[in-house]
């Protein structure tokens, strides 16, 4: 199996294994937290979102796509790392007052400043964990990842069991990144500590700096959401919409990020050895979309019965809002690789160049819902609509310097469009005949059976659509099976 594979599959092992734990985190605390106390961190998570992009300052991204690493470079990246870091800490203890005072909530300037001790920690693991991709060790991050997911979850049941309110998650939030520091030093072979240097700041903050803008615009805009919802209904319905768009998120965030961490540095090295990177882009979304459209399509069709599952029926007014996100995952599918292509070449310009055209796009959406409509349902409808608009604006950047053959992205996609259609068949059956024949059966009966009819119609699909998956070696074993016991050939 070549390397990108192998690599492709520990990335999408350990976001598999942190959505299984995150999934028994949802189900625990949904249970163990009010929709108050989980709106009240979600917006403190906001506000220290924005903070985490600034931190970063694309430095991470720099070490992944730089041709030539030298110790000096990799020596200044800590250095701008920690520097950047300890000053976001001292501003957000700062302005935690005057937040807390913004929201009518003393309490959630206190969660702030203590959320703020994780920019002391980010140092030591964020040069590491980038050079580790690099080098696409991700039998490695595997094990960081997967060991700080799973103690800061058990952390933060064990808090929320003791009555610690929204402190189970903060505590959960600090595990996680001291977890992951700890974890990076294991690993890092030399990579955890350097000594300060600053001889090749100019080089890096040129990158990161074009980097972080366009990630800085993005969190904003997904911070916004948060943040206004808060404001203008209330720390309630911001839990609401958290988990309705954390449906979403199982894939849109946690798959993708698993995606994105394997397609970032493999791009970058096709690039720098001038292979076709539009072909190789082309097919990574296309085989994105074949797993991604099955994903949300069983979760528009039984949002309910989903949200019932993972956190208990205290959250059914969020299950309106479901379908509208899973479309939102849907088409983000379309665009989602592109701005990692266009940074993977070098032309991060352009991908900052989208975040200026579609973020305040976005965010003039939203204060028009919040000045005019007042519902949940706007806010989730803004997000459908700019995903949309944000296929054109992608695409005609990345036209400007890497062509995209439409003809075949249209054939690829085709295929894993019919290929959504078949997997799918049986659910819909379900959905009908439930409706239908008022057929009743448990709550956390349906949508397991609705995912294992969904899976059943997934492998069936590849065979009758004849998806280019079925010639991945990754899945040799499942088409062997279903040859063997379905569609023997002749």
Same mark, same amino acid.
């Given at each position: 199996?070549?390397?990108?594979?192998?690599? /492709?599959?520990?990335?999408? !092992?350990?976001?598999?294994?942190?959505?299984?734990?995150?999934?028994?985190?949802?189900?625990?605390?949904?249970?163990?937290?009010? $929709?108050?106390?989980?709106?009240?961190?979600?917006?403190?998570?906001?506000?220290?979102?924005?903070?985490?992009?600034?931190?970063?300052?694309?430095?991470?991204?720099?070490?992944?796509?730089?041709? %030539?690493?030298?110790?000096?470079?990799?020596?200044?990246?800590?250095?701008?790392?920690?520097?950047?870091?300890?000053?976001?800490?001292?501003?957000?203890?700062?302005?935690?007052?005057?937040?807390?005072?913004? #929201?009518?909530? $003393?309490?959630?300037?206190?969660?702030?400043?203590?959320?703020?001790?994780?920019? /002391?920690?980010?140092?030591?693991?964020?040069?590491? +964990?980038?050079?580790?991709?690099?080098?696409?060790?991700?039998?490695?991050?595997?094990?960081?990842?997967?060991? !700080?997911?799973?103690?800061?979850?058990?952390?933060?049941?064990?808090?929320?069991?003791?009555? /610690?309110?929204?402190?189970?998650?903060?505590?959960?939030?600090?595990?996680?990144?001291?977890?992951?520091?700890?974890?990076?030093?294991?690993?890092?072979?030399?990579?955890?500590?350097?000594?300060?240097?600053?001889?090749?700041?100019?080089?890096?903050?040129?990158?990161?700096?074009?980097?972080? +803008?366009?990630?800085?615009?993005?969190?904003?805009?997904?911070?916004?959401?948060?943040?206004?919802?808060?404001?203008?209904?209330?720390?309630?319905?911001?839990?609401?919409?958290?988990?309705?768009?954390? @449906?979403?998120?199982?894939?849109?965030?946690?798959?993708?990020?698993?995606?994105?961490?394997? =397609? #970032?540095?493999?791009?970058?090295?096709?690039?720098?050895?001038?292979?076709?990177?539009?072909?190789?882009?082309?097919?990574? @979304?296309?085989?994105?979309?074949?797993?991604?459209?099955?994903? #949300?399509?069983?979760? =528009?069709?039984?949002? *309910?019965?989903?949200?019932?599952?993972?956190?208990?029926?205290?959250? %059914?007014?969020?299950?309106?809002?479901?379908?509208?996100?899973?479309?939102?995952? =849907? &088409?983000?599918?379309?665009?989602?690789?592109?701005?990692?292509?266009? *940074?993977?070449?070098?032309?991060?310009?352009? *991908?900052?160049?989208?975040?200026?055209?579609?973020?305040?796009?976005?965010?003039?959406?939203? &204060?028009?819902?919040?000045?005019?409509?007042? *519902?949940?349902?706007?806010?989730?409808?803004?997000?459908?609509?700019?995903?949309?608009?944000?296929?054109?604006?992608?695409?005609? !950047?990345?036209?400007?310097?890497?062509?995209?053959?439409?003809?075949?992205?249209?054939?690829?996609?085709?295929?894993?469009?019919?290929?959504?259609?078949?997997?799918?068949?049986?659910?819909?059956?379900?959905?009908?005949?439930?409706?239908?024949?008022?057929?009743?059966?448990?709550?956390?009966? @349906?949508?397991?059976?609705?995912?294992?009819?969904?899976?059943?119609?997934?492998?069936?699909?590849?065979?009758?659509?004849?998806?280019?998956? /079925?010639? %991945?070696?990754?899945?040799?074993?499942?088409?062997?099976?279903?040859?063997?016991?379905?569609?023997?050939?002749?």
């Amino acid at each position: 199996m070549t390397t990108v594979r192998r690599s /492709l599959l520990l990335s999408l !092992a350990e976001r598999y294994f942190g959505i299984l734990i995150q999934l028994i985190s949802f189900f625990v605390l949904a249970r163990l937290l009010t $929709p108050a106390q989980i709106g009240l961190y979600s917006v403190a998570a906001a506000t220290i979102g924005l903070a985490q992009v600034v931190r970063d300052f694309g430095i991470g991204s720099y070490l992944i796509q730089e041709s %030539d690493i030298t110790p000096e470079r990799v020596r200044t990246a800590f250095t701008l790392t920690g520097l950047i870091s300890l000053a976001s800490f001292l501003i957000l203890v700062g302005i935690a007052p005057w937040l807390a005072g913004f #929201y009518d909530h $003393p309490e959630l300037g206190l969660i702030l400043q203590v959320l703020a001790i994780n920019f /002391l920690l980010i140092p030591f693991s964020s040069t590491a +964990l980038a050079l580790l991709r690099r080098s696409m060790n991700f039998k490695a991050l595997f094990w960081i990842a997967t060991a !700080a997911n799973l103690i800061s979850t058990l952390g933060a049941i064990g808090c929320a069991a003791a009555g /610690l309110g929204a402190w189970s998650l903060v505590a959960s939030s600090i595990a996680n990144t001291l977890v992951t520091a700890l974890m990076a030093a294991w690993f890092a072979d030399g990579g955890f500590l350097h000594r300060p240097c600053l001889l090749e700041w100019r080089r890096i903050l040129h990158f990161g700096g074009q980097s972080t +803008l366009a990630r800085t615009i993005s969190e904003i805009a997904l911070s916004f959401n948060d943040l206004v919802v808060g404001r203008v209904l209330g720390f309630a319905e911001v839990g609401l919409l958290s988990r309705a768009q954390g @449906v979403m998120s199982l894939f849109h965030r946690d798959v993708m990020a698993a995606i994105r961490n394997v =397609a #970032y540095p493999a791009f970058a090295n096709s690039h720098r050895n001038n292979q076709g990177l539009d072909e190789i882009h082309t097919r990574s @979304v296309s085989m994105v979309a074949a797993f991604a459209w099955p994903f #949300y399509g069983l979760f =528009a069709l039984f949002p *309910t019965e989903a949200l019932r599952l993972m956190f208990g029926p205290q959250w %059914d007014a969020a299950a309106a809002l479901v379908p509208i996100f899973c479309a939102a995952g =849907a &088409v983000a599918v379309l665009w989602s690789l592109v701005s990692t292509a266009l *940074t993977a070449s070098g032309h991060v310009n352009l *991908t900052v160049r989208i975040e200026l055209v579609i973020q305040p796009v976005r965010i003039a959406l939203l &204060v028009a819902c919040a000045w005019v409509f007042r *519902t949940l349902e706007s806010f989730a409808y803004v997000l459908l609509l700019t995903y949309v608009i944000q296929i054109a604006v992608t695409y005609t !950047a990345k036209q400007s310097v890497m062509k995209t053959d439409f003809v075949a992205l249209r054939r690829e996609l085709s295929q894993s469009f019919r290929l959504s259609l078949v997997a799918l068949a049986p659910a819909c059956a379900l959905r009908a005949g439930l409706m239908l024949f008022d057929f009743r059966l448990p709550d956390l009966v @349906v949508f397991p059976l609705a995912g294992l009819l969904t899976l059943a119609g997934w492998l069936t699909g590849l065979w009758v659509v004849k998806h280019r998956l /079925l010639s %991945d070696p990754m899945l040799e074993r499942p088409r062997a099976w279903l040859e063997k016991h379905f569609f023997a050939r002749s």
